[in-house]
């Protein structure tokens, strides 16, 4: 099992426990991690509509290394600019 692999796995047991799917979109998304007036540091998103975040983050904006696992399974890890 690689990284990316571990880290599917685990996430989506974390989404799993907080009931978090498609059809609760009343849900707001749920941040852990550092905070120092804005999210800065590392830290998890879980956001209303299933997509979770794992990474870095510079003034509230998802910046350096980070995993992102969406909805449909397919997942990125690497590097974010700005956001992207």
């Keep these: 099992m690689n990284l990316a692999e571990l880290h599917?796995?685990?996430l989506l047991k974390i989404k799993k426990s907080?009931?978090?799917?498609?059809q609760k979109k009343s849900?707001?998304?749920?941040?852990y991690g550092?905070?120092?007036k804005n999210r800065n540091g590392c830290g998890i998103m879980l956001y209303s509509n299933g997509r979770i975040?794992?990474?870095?983050w510079?003034?509230?904006v998802k910046f350096g290394k980070g995993f992102e696992l969406y909805p449909s399974g397919n997942y990125y890890l690497g590097n974010f600019v700005n956001g992207k």
């Design 18 to 22: 907080l009931h978090i799917n498609e």
């Design 8 to 10: 599917t796995s685990d």
């Design 34 to 36: 550092e905070v120092n």
């Design 58 to 60: 510079l003034n509230d």
């Design 53 to 56: 975040y794992e990474g870095e």
């Design 27 to 31: 849900l707001k998304s749920i941040y």
